[in-house]
């Protein structure tokens, strides 16, 4: 097996196919997870990486107050009841 100089190295990278850019996704998710138990969560991915931060909650209202502040916090994302 032949070692790689520094130009084929870097012409090989450039010809590399690369992934077409994904679709942004920034949501706040509140779910009903079963009997008196809600979840809220706040899903973020993009470039910059994927993240996910999540509380449960006994009532609904409960679970969309948070939603609400969560949203008041970063108007940039969009709530979605599931």
Same mark, same amino acid.
């Given at each position: ?8 190295? *870097? ?10 850019p994904?679709?942004e996704?920034r949501v706040?998710?509140?779910? *009903?997870l ?11 991915d993009?470039?910059?990486g994927?993240?996910?931060f ?6 609904f ?14 108007p940039e994302?969009?709530?979605i009841?599931?």
């Open positions: 097996m032949k070692d790689m100089n520094r130009q084929e190295l *870097k012409h090989l990278w450039f010809n590399l196919p690369h992934p077409a994904k679709n996704v706040i998710k509140v779910s *009903k079963g009997e008196n138990h809600y979840e809220c969560k706040k899903v973020r993009d470039k910059a994927y993240s996910t999540s509380s449960s909650y006994k009532t209202d409960e679970a969309l107050t948070f939603a609400r502040k969560l949203m008041k916090d970063t994302f969009s709530i009841i599931n």
